[in-house]
């Protein structure tokens, strides 16, 4: 099986705009590093790992044009998007909330949806089995007018209506495993019965009003919403039982043509902002896992989207293990932190508790 992946270098070159406090970024001035969770590093950190184990070249790797106005447009309002590019051609500021960028940040914008793009479209057409797009910024937090957490285009959602108006597919599942809630997607699909939004986060973290397992979606879209909020702690062995006991049985209820994974590798252990306790092993098992549903349920179509991670020494071997288990490669990168993060996996007690939780959102999840 062939795996694309799809990145591009300006995309590492998105900053906080009013946020940088050195010289002015843009055009050909790369941004200095500037303190700002969600930076460059992670993604370039995973790239570089992948060329110095030689992963990358097995992969099937190139770049992808910008997502057009038009494609834009199936999501978000002219208004806003009119708003977004006059505040970036004039040097950048703050759309929402937490959404800061700079002189060229709505270019970089289209250019981090389009590789989401091309990578469903690439997946769809057969021209790869599977594929990863290292999209940024991040998109899954972005409501159709509102951009919010590091997000200011709704990336997979672009990709989405993308290939429902091209008549590629007409029934799509995104699995979303990025630690925080993906509010954006839900909102932009939560009265659609074509395409499936599921979510495991933490509890009440961000955004703090959304994500609770009693919104199911509403209208025709009743029932192809489900939300699986973890507690903090929960571990390698919790992400496993979530998955296999709700958003596994979820897509195969739903028999999706293609699955889409909002990708975050925040809810590791030593992301700062989360409390998971998740490894890249949970990572490269929660892929394995999804790989087999796509198999079984679509013809192994599977995309996996980029969207957070904020540790820049962890994230590339979180990255390394997932796209090993999708490409199938022998080429390993050892987790630096196995041992240690092995020895501060919860205990039997949490164990039973998490157990318990998630039994009640199955039973709650079959009955509606």
């Known amino acids: 099986m062939t795996t694309g992946f799809y990145w591009d270098e300006r995309c590492f070159w998105h900053h906080g705009g009013n946020y940088v406090l050195t010289m002015p970024a843009g055009g050909l001035v790369q941004p200095m590093p500037q303190g700002l969770p969600e930076g460059p590093e992670t993604k370039r950190r995973l790239v570089n790992l992948m060329q110095v184990t030689g992963l990358l070249g097995e992969l099937k790797a190139s770049g992808a044009r910008e ?47 389009g590789l989401a793009r091309a990578a469903l479209f690439d997946v769809l057409e057969g021209r790869v089995g599977n594929a990863y797009a290292l999209s940024r910024p991040p998109g899954h937090h972005c409501l159709p007018d509102w951009p919010n957490g590091f997000c200011l285009l709704a990336n997979i959602a672009i990709a989405i209506e993308a290939a429902l108006a091209a008549g590629l597919t007409g029934r799509v599942a995104v699995l979303d495993w990025d630690v925080h809630h993906g509010n954006g997607t839900e909102a932009i699909f939560y009265d659609r019965p074509d395409v499936l939004t599921i979510s495991l986060h933490q509890e009440w973290n961000y955004p703090l009003n959304t994500g609770s397992a009693k919104d199911r979606g509403e209208g025709a879209g009743r029932g192809a919403n489900l939300n699986i909020p973890l507690p903090p702690g929960t571990g390698h062995r919790g992400y496993l039982e979530a998955m296999d006991r709700l958003a596994l049985p979820a897509l ?21 902002l989360s409390r998971m306790l998740a490894t890249a092993e949970t990572f490269r098992e929660m892929t394995r896992r999804v790989m087999a549903e796509a198999a079984e349920l679509c013809g192994g179509r599977l995309v996996l989207v980029h969207e957070g991670g904020y540790s820049e020494a962890y994230v590339p071997f979180c990255g390394h293990a997932v796209l090993e288990a999708l490409s199938g490669s022998a080429i390993s990168a050892p987790d630096p932190l196995a041992e240690t993060l092995a020895a ?6 949490f164990d039973a508790f998490l157990s318990g939780l998630i039994g009640e959102m199955e039973e709650a999840w079959r009955e509606a």
């Not at 950048?92 to 709505?106: K, V």
């Not at 501060?344 to 007690?349: A, D, E, F, I, T």
Request: aromatic letters at 8%; a neutral charge; hydrophobic letters at 40%.
């Open 252 to 272: 195969r209820a739903f028999r999706p043509d293609v699955i889409v994974v909002a990708c975050g590798f925040d809810a590791s252990a030593v992301d700062p």
């Open 344 to 349: 501060r996996q919860p205990g039997p007690r």
């Open 67 to 113: 997502a057009s106005r038009e494609e834009l447009l199936r999501v978000h309002p002219a208004d806003f998007l009119d708003r977004f590019k006059t505040m970036s051609d004039a040097g950048g500021g703050e759309l929402g909330l937490r959404t800061p960028f700079g002189r060229g940040g709505y270019e970089i914008a289209a250019l981090s949806a």
